[in-house]
């Protein structure tokens, strides 16, 4: 024992950590909606479990499919009294029961009796639009996940895959910042620890993206927010490590979906990992990588559709990062430049006054250049953003915008990509560090 205690904490301090309670590394596994999107996803993610079964899993999962986004518009249906929110409220319904209807073709469907009342309970939520958008949303569109983890848990017991389903509305504590809700970080780690030291399971079942207040508020942690779950629990829990498994390869240099020859990244830092985000990368949710990185757990981006392949990993390890570039590419975008009416330059006070009123109207700024006469600033086009900044700072600045453009990040470009991608149509705003290239441009090819 003594000397098992004393690996424990050499272990500890490598990084590996051990879990207490029988000396399993604890690993953090997170599967997104497209990894449990139908019946034969849900069969290939327990057939992946089964392959660790030496190790204590966390269990993390999304709802399923695009289910998210349907649950969205039965809310937006729902607050215009739409009578067409119960038909794709049915629609929503159906596609669960497929799943489950196939996941539970041999056998009694266990899931069905607790199924009906989460949805008849989900139906009576949409009805009450007396609350503020905001929370409205996470007491509605988090029952994707509650029903998602419903129907697996039944599955598992089905397939006698000891499990323990918990609660994540009460495993995550959270403010009241509905929507986009930041986790009091010692109250879930005095839960969760609790939990894991107390359920006896090898597996831990639980939702991502969703947590509750201390007065038991549902709250979500904002859009692909299951990530962000995993970390979560990985740093309470000093995992070993927590897995995101994807339908690509890991994580890639570009969207394949634009660029056809992108590459996987074997591996780069946590900081290279929190660039890409920033700049617009959606492959990982921005928030996950800041407590891993706290804690020195890897992560590890890895393919549920051939999960023997190598998966890219993200460590502390800066190494590799200048080894391959990468492309970010944002469409839709706005470029809008303000001069000052009074042919004052642009100072201090100036930059101060319209960073105020930037982050008031919640914009969120991807490139931005200053001369002394002006400023510029690439952001998301919506619809009603022009008019508010006009209304707030026409009287002041004089205002040129263009839109319709798209905004090209090359991390780790060299002369001939720069050249390359600058020849895809007119160049409205160029900015150069030594890492990395932004174009904002007006595509013509
Ligand atoms: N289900 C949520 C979404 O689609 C959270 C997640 O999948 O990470 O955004
Ligand atoms: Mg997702």
Redesign the pocket.
């Known amino acids: 024992m003594l000397q098992l205690e004393r690996l424990f904490n050499k272990c500890s301090t490598f990084g590996c950590q051990f879990s207490k309670r029988n000396y399993r590394v604890i690993k953090v596994f997170k599967f ?2 497209a990894s449990v999107k139908d019946a034969c996803a849900v069969r290939n993610m327990s057939d992946i479990l089964r392959a660790y079964e030496s190790d204590n899993l966390i269990v993390v999962v ?2 399923m499919g695009k289910t ?1 986004n349907a649950l969205e518009k039965i809310l937006r249906l729902s607050r215009e009294s739409s009578a067409e929110a119960s038909h794709v409220f049915e629609q929503l319904v159906s596609y669960h029961k497929v799943i489950a209807g196939e996941l539970f073709r041999d056998a009694p469907n266990t899931a069905a009796p607790e199924l009906a009342k989460l949805w008849r309970e989900l139906w009576d939520k949409f009805q009450l639009t007396h609350l503020s958008y905001d929370e409205h949303y996470d007491q509605t569109v988090s029952y ?2 509650i029903i998602s983890t419903t129907i697996i848990s039944h599955y598992f017991q089905k397939i006698g895959m000891e499990h323990h389903h918990a609660d994540a509305r009460k495993l995550i504590v959270t403010n009241h910042r509905f929507r986009s809700a930041d986790p009091d970080w010692e109250a879930t780690s005095a839960i969760v620890n609790a939990l894991f030291e107390q359920t006896g399971q090898k597996i831990l079942l639980t939702q ?2 969703i947590g509750g207040t201390s007065d038991r508020r549902t709250t979500t942690l904002g ?5 962000f779950t995993a970390a979560i629990l990985a740093w309470c829990l000093n995992a070993g490590e927590v897995v995101i498994w994807k339908d690509v390869p890991g994580l890639l240099n570009a969207d394949p979906k634009r660029f056809p020859e992108a590459r996987k990244i074997e591996k780069i830092s946590y900081s290279e990992a929190i660039e890409l985000a920033y700049y617009g990368a959606t492959v990982i949710h921005p928030k996950t990588i800041k407590p891993l990185e706290n804690k020195n757990i890897p992560l590890k981006v890895q393919s549920f559709v051939n999960p023997l392949d190598k998966p890219s990993l993200i460590t502390s390890d800066r190494s590799a990062d200048g080894a391959m570039s990468s492309f970010i590419v944002k469409d839709n975008q706005m470029l809008m430049t303000l001069r000052p009416r009074d042919f004052s330059l642009m100072n201090e006070w100036h930059l101060h006054h319209l960073f105020g009123v930037f982050n008031q109207l919640g914009i969120n700024i991807h490139v931005m250049q200053a001369s002394a006469r002006s400023l510029s600033i690439c952001f998301d086009f919506e619809e009603q953003r022009p008019d508010r900044i006009f209304e707030q700072l026409g009287n002041h600045y004089e205002i040129r915008y263009n839109t319709s453009l798209t905004l090209f990040t090359i991390r780790h470009y060299d002369a001939e990509l720069a050249d390359e991608f600058s020849k895809k149509g007119e160049v409205l705003l160029e900015q150069r560090s030594r890492t990395t290239l932004q174009l904002v441009m007006r595509i013509t090819s």
């Open positions: 997104g909606g999304s709802a998210t994707g996940e991502g993206f859009r692909e927010g299951s990530d």
